[in-house]
């Protein structure tokens, strides 16, 4: 990309440590392992940008375009801030977001973003999140509140969900293949056409759960704990 308006280099491992990039135009810039510590990035175009392994702590990023943005490995520090960015697409994979503000915002979107491997234990991320479609393989949400998100079709195979509220969740068409739900809280969550192959339901509440249209082969569903649960019957699980 070579250089800005003004002057910065735009190269991977660049050194921009407090750099002035707002407003600027860095579609599809390459920064992988760059420095940038404490940079102002508001209302910057970072669409399509390379970030893996970029050193973002104390960046300034309110504003900032981040959709399809590959922040893979990236460090954003122990209170960095999310909240005011556009994340449709981000490539969040490995990134350690239990410090990370995320809340400012009225409604935030990581519809289709690639959350593998993300920590999110212990977030709270209720209603104000849209993560239809999004790639959450193997991420911990273990303690999450997630009450009232949009998890349509979202990839959740292998992640920790343990003793999660999902309380009227929209989980249609999730996959949720291995996943470890025991101790989540289920109430009112909707899993029609979910996949729940291999998943762990062990004391998972499943109160008002309509389980009619949900494959439960291996499911193991020991101690797990329901008022109404229809269409249990005539499935196979593990009681």
Do not use: Q
């Amino acid at each position: 990309m070579g250089k800005t308006k003004r002057g910065y280099e735009i190269r991977p491992g660049a050194n921009l440590k407090n750099a002035g990039l707002e407003d600027a135009n860095l579609t599809g810039a390459k920064l992988s392992g760059a420095n940038l510590t404490g940079a102002y990035l508001e209302r910057a175009n970072l669409t399509d940008a390379n970030l893996t392994g970029a050193n973002l702590t104390d960046a300034h990023l309110d504003g900032a375009n981040l959709t399809r943005a590959d922040l893979t490995g990236a460090n954003l520090g122990d209170w960095g801030d999310l909240s005011c960015t556009k994340l449709t697409g981000t490539n969040l994979t490995g990134v350690d977001l239990t410090r990370i503000n995320l809340f400012r915002s009225p409604k935030i979107d990581l519809s289709t973003a690639n959350l593998t491997g993300t920590n999110l234990t212990a977030v709270d991320l209720r209603r104000k999140f849209k993560l239809r479609g999004a790639n959450l393989t193997g991420a911990n949400l273990r303690d999450a509140d997630l009450r009232g998100v949009d998890l349509t079709g979202a990839n959740l195979s292998g992640a920790n969900l343990r003793d999660a509220d999902l309380k009227g969740v929209d989980l249609t068409g999730a996959n949720l293949t291995n996943a470890n739900l025991s101790g989540a809280l289920l109430r009112k969550a909707n899993l029609t056409g979910a996949k729940l192959d291999g998943v762990n339901l062990k004391l998972t509440i499943l109160d008002e759960v309509d389980l009619s249209v949900v494959d439960l082969d291996d499911a193991d569903l020991s101690a797990a704990h329901s008022s109404v649960l229809n269409g249990i019957l005539g499935h196979t699980a593990r009681e």
